[in-house]
Nanobody, 123 residues
Framework: QLQLVQSGGGSVQAGGSLRLSCTAP????????LGWFRQAPGKEREGVAVIDSDDSSSYADFVKGRFTISQDNAKTTLYLQMSDLKPEDTAMYYC?????????????????WGNGTLVTISS
């Protein structure tokens, strides 16, 4: 059973930066996809960024150029570096993973989820 443990987040003013971390010991898997998702109050959860075991990444249009998804070299931790934050980035952020036989990095494919971390951006 893969356990994802999140840390980071918090409150900053618009224009500021935050980094989210997710302990994700992926070195035991041949193939996988990791992602960050978020859910704002009153809204559905949406995808933010994903990265796979080939280090291929993709981003939602609303974070391109501002957020960066990455893993450490040991493949034990997933990060989301967030810059130029906007009030509309306020949400609960979740990391997620799908391993081994997978065909999509979409939310519906994710089998494992972190506990969530709140990000609040003030104007």
């Amino acid at each position: 059973q893969l356990q994802l443990v999140q840390s980071g987040g918090g409150s900053v003013q618009a224009g500021g930066s935050l980094r989210l971390s997710c302990t994700a010991p992926m070195y035991t898997y041949d193939t996988y996809c990791l992602g960050w998702f978020r859910q704002a109050p009153g809204k559905e959860r949406e995808g933010v960024a994903v990265i796979d075991s080939d280090d291929s990444s993709s981003y939602a249009d609303f974070v391109k150029g501002r957020f960066t998804i990455s893993q450490d070299n040991a493949k034990t931790t997933l990060y989301l570096q967030m810059s130029d934050l906007k009030p509309e980035d306020t949400a609960m952020y979740y990391c997620a993973a799908v391993v081994d036989d997978w065909d999509s990095c979409a939310e519906y494919s994710m089998d494992y989820w972190g506990n969530g971390t709140l990000v609040t951006i003030s104007s």
